[in-house]
Every structure is written in C-alpha cells, then in structure tokens.
C-alpha cells in the first residue's frame, strides 16, 4: 500500500502527530499507563514520518543534533512556531470554558432548588441543561473576554 502526500499535508501530518503526542506525553506524565503506550505509538510514528523530511523538502524540520541511530526528531523551531501555540490556545480555552460551565452549574443550582431541577429533567427527558446554562456561562466567557482571569479571586 502507498499513500500519497501534498507537502502541505506532509507537513500538517507532522504537526497533528506532534500536538496529539504532546498530549499523550503530558497524559502519560500525569494519569500514567495507559497514556505511556499512545506517547511511545506517537514518538515512534514522528521517527517514521520525519524520515522522509527531507524527500518533502521540509529537511528544517528534523534536528540534526538529536538524530541517534538514524531517528530523527522534530527541531525546535517547530516546536515553537507549530505545536506550542496550538497547544496554549487550546489550554487557554479549556480553562476559561471549564471555570464558566463549572462556575455556571454552581450559580443555576443556587438559583433552583434540587426539586425544580429534577421537574426540569423529567420535563425534558434528559439531565442536559446546556441551553439553560447559557445565560449563566455567557457572563464568565464574557469576564474572560474582557479581564482575563484579573479580577478572578475568591471571597471569604
């Protein structure tokens, strides 16, 4: 079997492998085991891809430092100007996201009483509550619009 790449999608395989192992890798760090086998899956994938770097014209992306034994890895260059910035984006939205439906469900729980939601669940047929929660989160997405975590504290 032979597959066929643009160097554009050369390139873009490189760096969706690189994001989903820097993923794996934190995961593997943190959780443990079963993430250790995906990172090893990925960083053996990135070796196998980047032999051919050079075959794509994209030779910069392999460190010629750190090449043992034939492997090659990603230089830091891409690191920096690819997966970082991905990566930051994408914690950067989680975190705001998570706090504003976390924060969300704590202000619509003191606002209804646990049987006015169990009413609102058998009404609906379902536990889901996004449409409800919106007005709730919108105020947080909108405080982290325009502040940022600023004027975030805690209150005793």
Same mark, same amino acid.
């Given at each position: 079997?032979? #597959?066929?790449? @643009?160097?554009?999608?050369?390139?873009?395989? &490189?760096?969706?492998?690189? &994001?989903?192992?820097?993923?794996?890798? #934190?995961?593997?760090?943190? &959780? $443990?085991?079963?993430?250790?086998?995906?990172?090893?899956?990925?960083?053996?994938?990135?070796?196998?891809?980047?032999?051919?770097?050079?075959?794509?014209?994209? $030779?910069?992306?392999? %460190?010629?430092?750190?090449?043992?034994? $034939?492997?090659?890895?990603?230089?830091?260059?891409? @690191?920096?100007?690819? &997966?970082?910035?991905?990566?930051? %984006?994408?914690?950067?939205?989680?975190?705001? %996201? @998570? #706090?504003?439906?976390?924060?969300?469900?704590?202000?619509?729980?003191?606002?209804? @009483?646990?049987?006015?939601?169990?009413?609102?669940?058998?009404?609906?047929?379902?536990?889901?509550?996004?449409?409800?929660?919106?007005?709730?989160?919108?105020?947080?997405? %909108?405080?982290?619009?325009?502040? $940022?975590?600023?004027?975030?504290?805690?209150?005793?």
């Amino acid at each position: 079997m032979q #597959i066929e790449f @643009t160097k554009e999608q050369y390139k873009n395989l &490189i760096i969706a492998n690189a &994001i989903s192992g820097w993923i794996f890798g #934190i995961l593997s760090d943190a &959780i $443990g085991k079963e993430y250790k086998k995906k990172n090893q899956i990925s960083e053996e994938l990135e070796k196998h891809l980047l032999k051919y770097a050079k075959d794509f014209g994209i $030779g910069d992306f392999i %460190d010629e430092s750190e090449i043992v034994e $034939g492997e090659n890895y990603l230089d830091e260059w891409v @690191t920096d100007k690819y &997966i970082y910035p991905v990566i930051k %984006d994408y914690v950067d939205f989680e975190v705001e %996201d @998570t #706090i504003s439906n976390e924060l969300a469900w704590r202000d619509f729980q003191r606002d209804y @009483t646990k049987e006015q939601i169990k009413e609102m669940e058998k009404k609906k047929g379902s536990d889901y509550f996004g449409p409800e929660l919106y007005k709730y989160e919108k105020k947080y997405w %909108d405080e982290f619009a325009k502040h $940022g975590f600023s004027r975030l504290g805690i209150k005793e």
